[in-house]
């Protein structure tokens, strides 16, 4: 009996061990083929690279890590960067690091067609940081507008809001006049706006989330920052034919990552037929709530 404690003890330890120092300071790179409803076959292909809450600034995420992350999208070739919000603003006014290094490692991020980027929830306090950092890295930041993008003389939008716990942007008055036919790429860093999406939005891509950072084996996270808790968790996502990728982003806040790796996620678009047609995927099961409220009051409203 003492021997099979001692096992347990160990395996938890090393579990604990790889969750902290091990798993926040990998990247992996995410591959994944969309077959979208809403889609044109001229831009069968198009390659596009997801990055989301890189938070700059955190634990293993330095100037170094960022190079590494730059490199990494760069080799892959995309017609189209879109960077998910959470650049973090407080954390890079507190680290090592000099605003214009990290504007000069950004700048080298290469999209044959177009960079783009929403600000998320840690990117407004304080204010005016990540705008002009992310601009003058030449980024498009989307705040409630629609950048119009001519790809192989086919028109393709690309749409993005403010944070929705920062704001209160009007989806109405965005969508208003957007229904032409032309695939719409929807850009936003909280993924709970999505069941309020029109029906012609082509693809809506998010982060926020982080994959819940640890998350079980059909348990899922317990620590997901959605009023949906597991349902749009990580990953595809796929309602009534409309379609949603959430990545489990970069950065750490916790100072653990388990069974769920930071990543740099490559989405390759195509139209869908009637042999790969989703109608919906299968939904996520597991906590059925966000815990992360109840722990901000333990540990800090005692």
């Not at 091990?22 to 390659?47: E, M, N, Q, S, Y």
């Not at 192989?152 to 939008?157: A, E, F, P, V």
């Not at 209160?168 to 036919?181: A, E, T, Y």
């Not at 950065?251 to 388990?258: D, E, I, N, V, Y």
């Amino acid at each position: 009996m003492k021997k099979v404690i001692l096992l347990f003890l160990f395996i938890c330890f090393a579990l604990l061990y790889y969750a902290h120092f091990v798993a926040p300071d990998r990247l992996v790179l995410r591959k994944k083929v969309l077959f979208l409803h809403r889609w044109c076959t001229k831009l069968d292909g198009l390659k596009v690279v997801l990055l989301s809450d890189i938070h700059f600034g955190a634990r293993y995420i330095d100037l170094n890590k960022l190079n590494k992350i730059v490199d990494l999208v760069n080799r892959q070739n995309p017609d189209l960067i879109l960077f998910a919000g959470d650049l973090d603003a407080e954390l890079l006014m507190f680290s090592n690091a000099d605003k214009n290094d990290v504007i000069k490692i950004l700048s080298r991020l290469n999209a044959r067609y177009f960079k783009g980027a929403v600000l998320g929830n840690h990117d407004y306090s304080p204010p005016c940081i990540i705008p002009g950092v992310l601009e003058k890295s030449h980024f498009t930041v989307l705040r409630n507008k629609v950048a119009v993008l001519n790809i192989s003389d086919t028109k393709l939008k690309i749409a993005g809001i403010d944070d929705i716990w920062y704001s209160r942007p009007d989806l109405n008055s965005l969508f208003s006049g957007q229904n032409d036919g032309a695939p719409l790429i929807f850009l936003s860093h909280n993924l709970d706006v999505f069941p309020k999406l029109p029906d012609f939005v082509s693809l809506t891509l998010s982060g926020h989330t982080h994959g819940g950072e640890i998350s079980f084996p059909v348990l899922g996270s317990p620590f997901v920052p959605s009023k949906y808790a597991q349902r749009y968790r990580k990953g595809h996502v796929v309602e009534n034919s409309r379609h949603l990728f959430v990545s489990s982003g970069i950065g750490t806040l916790s100072g653990f990552r388990f069974n769920n790796a930071p990543e740099v996620v490559i989405l390759e678009l195509r139209q869908e037929t009637q042999k790969n047609k989703i109608q919906n995927t299968k939904p996520k099961r597991g906590f059925s709530r966000d815990y992360i409220p109840l722990i901000r009051k333990y540990f800090y409203n005692k």
